[in-house]
């Protein structure tokens, strides 16, 4: 049964229901190739849940390997999101890798020349519907620290800047309150 066949008729936004279309559309593409592994797996591109993605700007759709007949859990394999016009698909050994990261020695059942498959002809397709796709092969390690923030050059912060506005301004109040009453002497 698809994905689109299980979908209750919802009254969505536009992009909503652009989303849902592209993700149904998908799915009756992908739903003949499995990817082989412990369990095969189906490409899904998940729908938005609501019945709005806040005029695209939460349109960001999770692709993932959801395993047939409900065994085993999804894998998070990329995304789309069609307001930025980009997709992302994750190599097999990033994969591989997030797993050893989160399973330790715990063997990967996923087979690699049947995903290295998937991921070709979905790299096709995000290509076809004009979404360059940005691939991600390798997983930053948890314990390695986040890059440094980058450095000021000097200035001074949006606050600040509004402090001493106010600053200014209240001296040119005192110097304009001051004139006038030297003036009236």
Same mark, same amino acid.
């Given at each position: 049964?698809?994905?689109?066949?299980?979908?209750?008729?919802? $009254?969505?936004?536009?992009?909503?229901?652009?989303?849902? +279309?592209?993700? +149904? /559309?998908?799915?009756?593409?992908?739903?003949?190739?499995?990817?082989?592994?412990?369990?095969?797996?189906?490409?899904? %591109?998940? &729908?938005?849940?609501?019945? =709005?993605?806040?005029?695209?700007?939460?349109?960001?759709?999770?692709?993932?390997?959801?395993?047939?007949?409900?065994?085993?859990?999804?894998?998070?394999?990329?995304?789309?999101?069609?307001?930025?016009?980009?997709?992302?698909?994750?190599? /097999?050994? /990033?994969?591989?890798?997030?797993?050893?990261?989160?399973?330790?020695?715990?063997?990967?059942?996923?087979?690699?020349?049947?995903?290295?498959?998937?991921?070709? $002809?979905?790299?096709?397709?995000?290509?076809?519907?004009? %979404?360059?796709?940005?691939?991600? =092969?390798?997983?930053?390690?948890?314990?390695?620290?986040?890059? &440094?923030?980058?450095?000021?050059?000097?200035?001074?912060?949006?606050?600040?800047? !509004?402090?001493?506005? %106010?600053?200014?301004? !209240? %001296?040119?109040?005192?110097?304009?309150?001051?004139?006038?009453?030297?003036?009236? +002497?």
């Amino acid at each position: 049964m698809s994905e689109q066949s299980k979908r209750p008729h919802v $009254k969505r936004t536009a992009f909503a229901q652009q989303a849902v +279309d592209f993700s +149904d /559309y998908f799915g009756m593409l992908f739903e003949k190739s499995p990817v082989k592994g412990d369990v095969p797996r189906h490409a899904t %591109l998940v &729908a938005p849940e609501g019945i =709005s993605t806040g005029g695209g700007k939460q349109g960001r759709q999770a692709l993932v390997l959801k395993a047939e007949n409900e065994v085993g859990t999804g894998l998070t394999v990329g995304w789309v999101d069609r307001n930025q016009r980009m997709a992302a698909l994750r190599t /097999y050994e /990033y994969l591989v890798e997030q797993h050893q990261q989160r399973f330790g020695k715990k063997p990967f059942e996923l087979d690699k020349d049947s995903y290295d498959a998937f991921f070709k $002809k979905a790299q096709e397709f995000f290509t076809k519907e004009k %979404l360059p796709v940005k691939v991600e =092969s390798t997983v930053r390690i948890a314990s390695q620290p986040p890059a &440094a923030p980058a450095a000021k050059t000097g200035g001074t912060s949006s606050r600040g800047q !509004f402090v001493l506005v %106010l600053v200014l301004v !209240f %001296l040119l109040a005192v110097a304009t309150t001051a004139a006038v009453i030297l003036a009236m +002497d």
